[in-house]
């Protein structure tokens, strides 16, 4: 396996790629101009099967290694940015008004591209390898999109593997955990329902907003009485909606929040006492709740000999103190586990350093890290396909 050093060569050419990317800032599923800036990239590696407009915008590209009797490894990296109007006044700030890479994909599509040209050039691995650059991973489900569009049986894909920077993490450093590593998310709307009228007579209505005071502080109540301690779900409202006058008490009110969960069992009961907290609420007061309940991302979960090998890839890239391989589950959604769901395997964290947080108009990639994706994503597949 190889450190970092073997890999320096890249680290300009694949900067400029990634801040070209970062100019041209695209969301959802219409990345027609960053899909087709991989896409040539992928071509001019030499590489021959490349399969483009899987799930409207993203791409699939074999790479057969020096022995093709080998499995198919799938390496995943996202294309979507955001509608943040960024702020970071860098040379190669986005071109793009009110669209940013604010998470990094322009820099996890740029490792990969850099990835693919040295595994392009050596092949020294046995089987094939499957990039797949997918689009709208920011709320998109675009990971479901891939899968549903038939590309884990298509390439007869037996793991799959994803990488995503996170700043706070140094430069040259790895994080990941066996088993949950990111959390389910699911959406609800809440309807609570009760009886309008005149402000000045409360006493005639059956008033929703009361109701949905009491439904908010109840479903605190989730969390801290319901669930065991050492267990993590997290249950927040984040829009209330009511009403239009000062002096009308409305029909209804909309609750709706997030819920954030690491098991199936939690995510159940979750959707399932919301409900239930609700209505008995709600009945007290001589009103009715109507629940909307939308299961998003499942969990990310790494299957154990998956992540044994990634862990092995990256203390090799780096520092092997630089890997934790503890690192505690985050309570953030991550699509890529549909494709988890669909085959094994693991999902790496990559240090950016002390820069703004995801999400952030301050955001930018760190390029320092580009030579440590490009080495954890070789050895990778060196290390589950070996010759």
Not at 146 to 151: L, P, R, S
Not at 293 to 318: C, L
Request: proline share 4%.
């Amino acid at each position: 396996m190889h450190s970092i050093e073997a890999f320096n060569y890249l680290k300009d050419e694949v900067t400029q790629w990634r801040r070209r990317l970062h100019r041209i800032p695209e969301l959802g599923y219409d990345l027609y101009e960053t899909a087709a800036f991989v896409a040539e990239k992928l071509r001019s590696f030499g590489i021959d099967h490349i399969e483009e407009g899987v799930a409207k915008t993203g791409i699939v590209a074999l790479i057969e290694g020096s022995d093709t009797t080998g499995a198919t490894i799938c390496l995943r990296a996202d294309m979507d940015a955001l509608p943040i109007v960024e702020q970071t006044k860098k040379p190669w700030a986005s071109t793009k008004y009110g669209k940013m890479h604010g998470c990094g994909h322009d820099g996890h599509m740029a490792m990969l591209l850099g990835a693919a040209k040295h595994l392009a050039t050596t092949r020294n691995f046995k089987g094939r390898v499957a990039l797949i650059f997918q689009p709208a991973e920011e709320g998109g489900l675009g990971g479901l999109r891939m899968v549903q569009d038939g590309v884990m049986d298509r390439y007869n894909i037996s793991s799959v593997f994803g990488l995503h920077n996170e700043p706070g993490m140094s430069v040259g450093s790895y994080g990941t955990c066996y088993g949950p590593f990111m959390a389910a998310l699911d959406e609800f709307d809440l309807i609570v329902k009760g009886k309008g009228g005149h402000a000045a007579e409360p006493h005639r209505c059956i008033d929703p907003i009361v109701i949905a005071a009491h439904i908010l502080l109840g479903l605190q109540s989730l969390v801290s009485r319901g669930t065991d301690p050492l267990e993590s779900m997290v249950v927040s409202v984040t829009k209330l909606g009511a009403g239009e006058a000062y002096n009308i008490i409305p029909e209804h009110v909309t609750v709706s929040g997030t819920v954030r969960t690491l098991s199936s069992e939690l995510r159940d009961f979750a959707q399932r006492q919301i409900d239930s907290t609700a209505q008995g609420i709600a009945a007290a007061f001589g009103g009715t709740t109507e629940l909307r309940y939308r299961r998003q991302d499942p969990v990310t979960f790494n299957t154990t000999a998956q992540a044994e090998v990634a862990i092995k890839a990256a203390r090799a890239a780096g520092e092997p103190t630089a890997v934790n391989d503890k690192l505690p589950p985050v309570m953030g959604s991550e699509d890529f586990a549909y494709m988890l769901e669909a085959r094994p395997g693991c999902y790496m964290f990559l240090g950016n350093g002390s820069t703004a947080a995801l999400h952030n108009p301050a955001y930018d990639f760190n390029d320092d890290a580009v030579p440590y994706g490009i080495a954890y994503w070789v050895n990778l597949v060196e290390t589950v396909l070996s010759n």
